[in-house]
């Protein structure tokens, strides 16, 4: 058998040869745990058997009711044992297997023997295992000892029991909140572990009353925090309360800011770090503010631990994301960290400084950088490419030698993922920099010279067909392109042919020279390629003669698809090869309504900023096309907002209809998709009776009944109404589908003459506040809203009466103003008492609006909430505050 090419590493090889797991099956484990029954115990034995019970339960191995029973059984003998070491592994055994109700019993009077032994590494232990397996019966009977375990001498006690509250707050939240009194006893402890675990609890029991928690950072930054960890602890709750303060406090003075800057003189390092990371993320800080958490930051860059050297850049990295002035002191103790060993770090050290550096120092850090990339994993390199890119839009005219930096490293060895973030770098400053364009091109034009990646070398060919024949010498780019019809695989060949044709499309004095090269294609060994070099030299006038290119060629080869793909593939495959061509007008632009079920079936959808909008492009495109295609909504104007399929009927009826409700400023079209789902019948002269009496706004003004509905071939009414114009008009519509059926001979296809009128109540309708606005995200919201302006804002406060929790709250508002959540604000914490939602969208008008919603529980399940508006019209922000206000 041949050998692998690849050379093992010795040392893991020796490693796993000699590990004390190697091998081990239960079935035999299981055998060797009899010698817990053992009538002479042997401790050391005992431990190395639970060890391989431990082992085989953390890799995910599952005991069977009974093998799990007998386990615990037999290592409940092993009490008997006063060998210290083996307690502890029984110990560790019993919380493993986490014994039923019944089986507790057996083991808990040996804990609780235990608990009030003089042995503390006993009564440590017993505690946690008790806590672990008890349930709230039990608890109530032991909780006059944990009481006393909390307040215990020993620190390790102390901390068994504090840390075991912790785990019960989640169960039993109502007995752990007994014991305030001990636990605040216990945070005054000189242990440093008892004061951070008495810290961390006392904080649990109190988090959803901010009253308590502001009281309990108010008298503990007075006091004095032995524990460097407990004062970490303190600095981020500190934080908590100058977050949550800040809305209700309009004043400049910071609360409890002077505590944080104090904090940056302590001896312990970590809790300089986390005072320093606290005032570089306090929402609004000014310089005045970062300068000594920078100063402090700046000192730890050149520490000889690379742990507080990776936490200051990391930390000055995300401040120079909106501070960048603040961080360019740092600059030279950064530029030492580029040759760190430590790559994140240098990494991270070349990031920050791509975002603080001036216009002059460029040359130097590409410099310093080129040295660098080698050494460097492609995920980082990724990093460094995408800050180089931001950097090369901040100086557009440093695009030269940032350009020809990109183009280097292109030419290295490196990742799909890698060289796709330089092609898109690249790419992204020819858009956004006309002087860089024709440079761009060619970098992109020699790396597809050498591309391992056919994706990358279509996508490059692709948008080199765009942007070549704009440049002042298109030919230039010929020569790349067609070697690729030589050199490259099927996908790419194909792919070169296209972009040669819009060279040809784009620029008429190319074209014979195109021509020749198409003709060469026609004898390509792949079908694809022949295929479209047909086409083109067809479509583009094969007889060489410069000529004009017509519009209609320049939209084929350029424009987007003016058909439903789904209907384009249903016609090919129903075309019969005869002498008549294929006609693509033949292909119905109608939107087939979805399969019931598809439309069953909702996946889970995205938030935040990767949320898709209300409907995908495409589909609001062929909406657009199919309405405008309709002489009587011709001049309806432009469509602002198509919506969701509504369900007016019910899965598997004998008709299936849903609605898409279409939003124009001075109308609205409701298109009924229509299914027949009945192969006897065929349904005739069908049209959709509206009832607008609940809907007083609006008025019917266009009816587009259909003429006939065969079985399962869907078909679309239409009903428009007229409604005042750019108002958020609201109501509720009754639909009653009318049609004549007619019987069908099933056999022959054959529908009689003559037909029965009949109707089919349909559900109700209603148009919303929602149905005006446009999903639409910001990715920056806190900079939207400042950039927006307090001109057109509008604050009020409401209450929304007794709901089931937040969560509930959030989405019902969410819902009912149709806007999309940003940065992820429409997830409510568990527990909390009090939430943020900031939400983004676009208003019918076009009118871009922002909304802050700050929501809290205002007695027992009562939600109030404050709603803070802006937009680019005050009279939208009025809007938004009444849609709140009658909803």
């Not at 994301?321 to 103790?333: E, L, R, S, W």
């Amino acid at each position: 058998m041949a050998q692998p090419l690849v050379k093992k590493d010795d040392d893991r090889d020796d490693e796993a040869e000699y590990s004390p797991f190697l091998g081990i099956e239960k079935g035999a484990v299981l055998q060797e745990a009899r010698v817990f029954n053992d009538p002479q115990l042997d401790p050391r034995r005992c431990s190395q058997v639970i060890t391989k019970l431990l082992y085989l339960l953390n890799q995910g191995e599952t005991f069977t009711k009974v093998e799990a029973t007998e386990v615990f059984f037999a290592v409940t003998k092993l009490f008997q044992s006063r060998d210290i070491g083996l307690r502890r592994m029984v110990y560790l055994m019993i919380k493993e297997l986490s014994p039923s109700a019944d089986e507790v019993i057996i083991v808990t009077s040996s804990l609780m023997k235990d608990m009030n032994s003089k042995t503390d590494m006993y009564r440590a232990n017993a505690i946690r295992v008790l806590c672990r397996i008890t349930d709230g019966t039990l608890l109530t009977q032991i909780e006059r000892y944990l009481k006393q375990a909390i307040v215990d001498k020993n620190p390790v006690v102390a901390s068994a029991a504090l840390v075991s509250g912790i785990h019960l707050l989640q169960t039993n939240p109502e007995i752990v909140k007994r014991w305030s009194n001990e636990v605040q006893e216990a945070v005054q402890s000189r242990a440093a572990l008892v004061q951070f675990h008495a810290l961390g609890l006392l904080h649990q029991i109190r988090q959803n009353d901010r009253l308590a928690v502001s009281k309990l950072v108010t008298s503990l930054t007075r006091g004095t925090v032995r524990s460097p960890l407990a004062q970490c602890l303190l600095i981020r709750y500190t934080s908590q309360v100058i977050r949550e303060s800040a809305t209700s406090t309009q004043t400049g003075d910071r609360p409890f800011y002077d505590f944080l800057e104090g904090c940056l003189r302590h001896k312990a390092e970590m809790v300089i770090f986390e005072a320093a990371r606290a005032i570089t993320e306090l929402n609004g800080v000014t310089s005045r503010e970062l300068t000594p958490a920078i100063t402090v930051l700046q000192l730890f860059l050149s520490s000889s631990k690379p742990v507080l050297r990776f936490a200051a850049v990391r930390t000055l990295n995300k401040v120079a994301m909106t501070h960048p002035m603040a961080v360019t002191n740092c600059n030279i103790d950064m530029e030492s960290l580029i040759s760190d060993q430590n790559r994140s770090i240098a990494t991270l050290a070349i990031t920050t400084l791509l975002k603080t550096g001036n216009e002059s120092s460029v040359e130097r850090l590409m410099k310093q950088i080129t040295n660098f990339m080698s050494d460097i994993a492609d995920e980082f390199k990724i990093v460094v490419v995408e800050a180089i890119r931001s950097l090369c839009l901040k100086f557009p005219l440093k695009y030269r030698s940032l350009m020809n930096f990109l183009s280097n490293i292109l030419r290295e060895e490196g990742g799909f993922e890698y060289k796709k973030a330089i092609v898109d770098s690249i790419v992204i400053l020819i858009r956004d920099i006309p002087d860089a364009k024709e440079s761009g091109l060619l970098h992109l034009c020699e790396f597809i010279e050498d591309c391992e990646f056919t994706y990358l070398s279509t996508q490059i060919l692709h948008f080199l067909g765009i942007e070549g024949p704009k440049t002042s010498d298109p030919s230039k780019y010929i020569r790349y392109i067609y070697n690729r019809v030589h050199l490259e695989n099927a996908t790419v060949r194909a792919s070169a042919v296209s972009t040669l044709a819009k060279f040809g499309a784009m620029v008429d004095s190319l074209k014979p020279r195109i021509f020749v090269l198409l003709r060469r294609c026609l004898f390509d060994s792949d079908d694809e390629v022949r295929d479209r070099a047909t086409l083109y030299l067809n479509t583009l006038g094969g007889d060489g003669s410069v000529v004009e290119t017509d519009k209609d060629v320049k939209d084929f080869l350029f424009g987007s698809l003016d058909l439903p793909l789904v209907n384009f593939e249903t016609s090919l495959k129903n075309y019969e090869p005869s002498e008549e061509p294929f006609d693509i007008n033949s292909v119905p632009k109608e939107i087939k309504s979805q399969p019931l079920a598809e439309k069953k079936a909702p996946g889970k959808k995205p938030t935040g900023l990767g949320a898709p909008p209300t409907a995908p492009a495409s589909t609001v495109d062929a909406y657009e096309k199919l309405l405008s295609a309709i002489p009587e909504f011709a001049d309806f104007g432009k469509l602002f907002k198509s919506s969701a399929p509504v369900e007016l009927t019910e899965a598997e009826t004998e008709y299936s209809v849903n609605v898409v409700k279409h939003i124009f400023d001075g109308h609205v079209v409701f298109q009924y998709n229509c299914t027949n789902t009945i192969p006897e019948q065929l349904l005739e002269q069908v049209t959709v009776v509206v009832d607008a009496s609940e809907a007083e706004e609006f008025s019917q003004v266009v009816t587009k009944p259909l003429r006939a509905l065969p079985y399962d071939t869907p078909g679309q009414i239409f009903v428009a109404f007229e409604k005042p114009e750019g108002v958020p008009a609201v109501g509720k519509f009754s639909n009653m589908l009318r049609f004549t059926v007619k019987e069908v001979d099933t056999t022959t296809g054959e529908a009689e003459e003559d037909g029965v009128e009949d109707e089919y109540q349909l559900e109700d309708l209603e148009v919303v506040a929602a149905d005006y606005m446009l999903r639409v995200g910001v990715s920056n919201f806190r900079n939207a809203w400042e950039n927006m302006g307090a001109d057109c804002e509008r604050v009020d406060e409401y209450g929304l009466g007794p709901r089931e929790s937040l969560t509930e709250a959030v989405n019902a508002v969410i819902n009912l103003l149709g806007m999309q959540p940003c940065e992820g604000t429409e997830v409510v914490p568990s527990n909390s008492r009090s939430h943020t939602s900031l939400l983004s969208g676009v208003y019918i008008g076009n009118v871009r609006v922002l909304v802050r919603i700050a929501f809290g529980i205002d007695g027992p399940k009562e939600v109030a909430m404050k709603l803070a508006v802006r937009s680019e019209d005050e009279a939208v922000s009025d809007a938004i505050h009444e849609i709140v206000a009658s909803g």
